[in-house]
Every structure is written in structure tokens, then in C-alpha cells.
T-cell receptor
Framework: EPEVTQTPSHQVTQMGQEVILRCVPI?????FYWYRQILGQKVEFLVS????????KSEIFDDQFSVERPDGSNFTLKIRSTKLEDSAMYFC???????????????FGAGSRLTVL | AQKITQTQPGMFVQEKEAVTLDCTYD???????LFWYKQPSSGEMIFLIY??????QNATEGRYSLNFQKARKSANLVISASQLGDSAMYFC?????????????FGRGTSLIVHP
């Protein structure tokens, strides 16, 4: 069964360092998302990406965050200067998109746990 | 205001019994979708079931069914014949149009513990 792949599974970094989280979405999916989940809390939307550009972003997704799809398969989330409060599990997800029922079902990756010290 | 409300922070059920996890939602978009995801202790998010706002029948997937009551804006998940492996966090989510896109937003989750 096709899956969304995320690397690294766990990253520990010092405050102020740049972090790049990588995702390989399912190949025929057109919509890509990043969500984060602070330990034990709700799953929060960060950003969605379609047709090589950001389609929506939340208030959390400030100037410290960026996304890109550099080579048509990878989808990356960059945090320029990490803060302690960026410690969370970051989930990549993708969906087929379109109007059919279930087309917006998100398939999630296993997550990348970011720990900022 | 919360768009997705899960009022049960924790639920307990005996193995082999059925359990209902509550979810209410709020939207003005007539074309929305509702999802349930399971998050076991290992952390991954596993899709369980989907209901579109125009679907006439309640969605079912194996032991999972969605009790969709549109007028009440509720989309409760029913798990029949609970198994020990069902112990996990369960998240209700709604997809609605935000700007030009459909963005799924999640509730706070319900922790389900299945007792032997």
C-alpha cells in the first residue's frame, strides 16, 4: 500500500538552529500538508501546498517556516531559527484532491519528532 | 470557536463491547467532510472512516461506523466488538473550504482504553 515517508524520525537540535524536515508524499497525490502535534495536544494545521505553491497557512506558520517541493517528489518543511516551543511531532500528509467523495482523505506519514534544547 | 468538539477526554470499554466516541462540528460550508483517525501510542495517524456531507447513508468500514446526524451536527464513531488493539487516541476531523482550499481541522481527541 502506498505510504507517505518522513525523515528524520527524530531530530534533536539547539535553539536557534535551522531544521529541515523531509517528506515523500504518495506519488499520485496533488495536495500536501504539514501538521504539528505538541506532546499530548491537538493536531494543528500548519500549511497546505498545491500546484507548487502554498494554498493555505495558519497563524502558526510565520516567517520562521517555509515549505518547498524542490524536485517533484520531496516536500520539505524548514524552520529557520528553532525555538523551544517548536518542539513537537511534525506530520506530513497528502491527499488526492478533487471532488469525489473521500478525495480529501489525508494519508499521514509516521511523523518527525523535533526536540529543541 | 471550536469547529470540532470532542467532549470525552477519556473513555473505557470492556473488550468485545461496543463504544461510541462523540464528535460535534460547526461549519457554514454546505460541502464538508468528516473523518476519524486513530493514533496509537506509536504516534502514527491512521485513517479510519470518512463521511461526506451529502452522503445519504452512514459510512461503515469493518468494525467502524459513523453515526452521522446532520441536523445535530454530530458525527460519532462507533466501534463494535472492541479489541485490546483499539486502545489509542481517536481524533475527529472536518474538512471545510477555507479560502480557496479544503483544510481538515482536528478535534482535541478522545483517549480510548480497552480493558480485557
Amino acid at each position: 500500500e502506498p505510504e507517505v515517508t518522513q525523515t528524520p524520525s527524530h531530530q534533536v537540535t539547539q535553539m536557534g538552529q535551522e531544521v529541515i524536515l523531509r517528506c515523500v508524499p504518495i506519488s499520485n497525490h496533488l495536495y500536501f500538508y504539514w501538521y504539528r502535534q505538541i506532546l499530548g495536544q491537538k493536531v494543528e494545521f500548519l500549511v497546505s501546498f498545491y500546484n507548487n505553491e502554498i494554498s493555505e497557512k495558519s497563524e502558526i506558520f510565520d516567517d520562521q517556516f517555509s515549505v518547498e517541493r524542490p524536485d517533484g517528489s520531496n516536500f520539505t518543511l524548514k524552520i529557520r531559527s528553532t525555538k523551544l516551543e517548536d518542539s513537537a511531532m511534525y506530520f506530513c500528509a497528502s491527499s488526492v484532491g478533487g471532488d469525489s467523495s473521500g478525495a480529501n482523505v489525508l494519508t499521514f506519514g509516521a511523523g518527525s519528532r523535533l526536540t529543541v534544547l | 470557536a471550536q469547529k470540532i468538539t470532542q467532549t470525552q477526554p477519556g473513555m473505557f470499554v470492556q473488550e468485545k463491547e461496543a463504544v461510541t466516541l462523540d464528535c460535534t462540528y460547526d461549519t457554514s460550508d454546505p460541502s464538508y467532510g468528516l473523518f476519524w483517525y486513530k493514533q496509537p501510542s506509536s504516534g502514527e495517524m491512521i485513517f479510519l472512516i470518512y463521511q461526506g456531507s451529502y452522503d445519504q447513508q452512514n459510512a461503515t468500514e469493518g468494525r467502524y461506523s459513523l453515526n452521522f446526524q446532520k441536523a445535530r451536527k454530530s458525527a460519532n464513531l462507533v466501534i463494535s466488538a472492541s479489541q485490546l488493539g483499539d486502545s489509542a487516541m481517536y481524533f475527529c476531523a472536518m474538512r471545510e473550504r477555507t479560502g480557496g482550499s479544503y483544510i481538515p481541522t482536528f478535534g482535541r481527541g478522545t483517549s480510548l482504553i480497552v480493558h480485557p
